[in-house]
């Protein structure tokens, strides 16, 4: 006779002989099971259990209604799982964490706009959009569940914001770092990869052989989802056949595992400091340099989207127009030098 198993069913022995079966499966409540395996009054229990509502994390442990139980019930959410990608799950966690650490005993139901106006002052432009986005979203989510009659976040606005975001290297910083990094160092590596791929950080730590094949690397991004076949640049190929790799991934620690996201960011630091880089040179800005530099090879915005995997134009628009600008002026001013007595007599029909 065949065992009869089943997920999430668990089952133990009282000190009496009897066994009792129970329904366990994280995010859920535990819920006993009646009769014997494969009986109908056993099935139509674990069915029941099975498609029940999940619990949410931490609602055990704090007040109803309050900061923490709204919080924890948005992260255990379809609303928070279902439409953010990892990296922006990880940085709304954190600020939620934050907020209900400090505010978490508070009624949610008296949350005012005026406090979440205060909280934006006090907060950098670009650390206050994000934490505004943030507290939104939770808003939203308290709103359909009943514990806020309406959004008090939803009605502000904050300034926009001019700035150029991170630091797009320049070709000298560039060679800099190449100068005091050889090829066949790990920081070369990176560098190369970042410069190469135009992808984050994110998808880069997760390179590894087995993405390539018939010298196009398959990228599937974290935070977009969208998947992207990229040629190998000759550069980037001659770097990887100096640097052999025996793991998954082509940038490990120095233990042989597989880089963080903010590991990674403070070794790149200490790489860029130890080539006397100033502190604008980012891992990001190698992603627009990349851009920078298909934009002055005369690609278009969709060309370059289909290699950095911007979901929007308007961000690779701006390096197609600089690099147009520059081509146009160079051409413009080419015109206006004179040209020699000699120059004037060639034939048109030969000057080029």
């Known amino acids: 006779m065949s065992r009869f198993r089943l997920k999430y069913v668990q ?36 069915q029941v259990a099975l498609a029940g509502p999940r619990v949410a994390i931490g609602a055990g442990r704090v007040k109803p209604g309050s900061a923490s ?15 953010k990608s990892p990296g922006t799950q990880r940085m709304r966690r954190g600020i939620l964490e934050r907020f209900r650490t400090t505010y ?3 009624p949610f139901a008296r949350l005012p706009t005026k406090w979440i106006e205060d909280q934006l002052d006090s907060k ?13 979203s939770l808003c939203e989510f308290a709103v359909k569940r009943g514990w806020l009659g309406a959004n008090p976040a939803a009605n502000i606005k904050l300034p926009s914001v001019k700035s150029d975001g991170f630091h797009t290297w320049t070709e000298d910083e560039i060679a800099q ?27 880069v730590i997760c390179m590894g052989r087995q993405h390539i ?8 991004q974290e935070k977009t989802g969208v998947t992207l076949a990229i040629p190998v640049h000759p550069h980037l ?28 960011s403070e070794s790149f630091r200490e790489w860029c400091d130890a080539a006397g880089l100033p502190k604008h040179c980012s891992a990001h800005g190698l992603r627009k340099a990349a851009c920078r530099r298909l934009a002055e090879a005369g690609c278009s915005a ?15 628009a701006r390096y197609t127009r600089a690099a147009d600008q520059a081509r146009l002026a160079r051409n413009a001013m080419t015109r206006t030098v004179p040209r020699t007595k000699d120059e004037s007599k060639v034939s048109k029909w030969t000057r080029v």
């Not at 139980?69 to 439409?83: I, N, R, W």
């Not at 950098?124 to 939104?136: E, F, K, N």
Request: proline share 7%.
């Open 302 to 316: 969709n060309e370059i989207a289909a290699i950095s995997g911007h979901a929007s134009l308007n961000e690779v």
């Open 177 to 203: 770092f190449e100068a005091h990094h050889p090829i066949g160092t790990k920081p070369r590596l990176a560098l190369a990869l970042l410069l190469y791929t135009a992808q984050r950080r994110s998808d």
């Open 124 to 136: 950098p432009p670009q650390a206050a959009r994000s934490w505004l986005v943030t507290l939104r």
């Open 69 to 83: 139980a709204v919080v924890a019930a948005y992260l255990d959410s379809q609303q928070f799982f279902g439409s």
């Open 237 to 264: 190929r001659t770097v990887l056949n100096a640097t052999p790799s025996a793991q998954l991934t082509f940038l490990v620690t120095a233990t042989g595992k597989p880089y963080g996201g903010n590991h990674f």
């Open 213 to 220: 094949k018939d010298g196009v690397l398959t990228v599937k």
């Open 104 to 106: 978490g005993d508070l």
């Open 11 to 46: 089952a133990w022995v009282d000190g009496e002989g009897r066994v009792h079966r129970y329904f366990r499966r994280r995010g859920y409540p535990r819920v006993p099971l009646p009769g014997l395996p494969g009986s109908i009054e056993f099935m139509t229990a674990y």
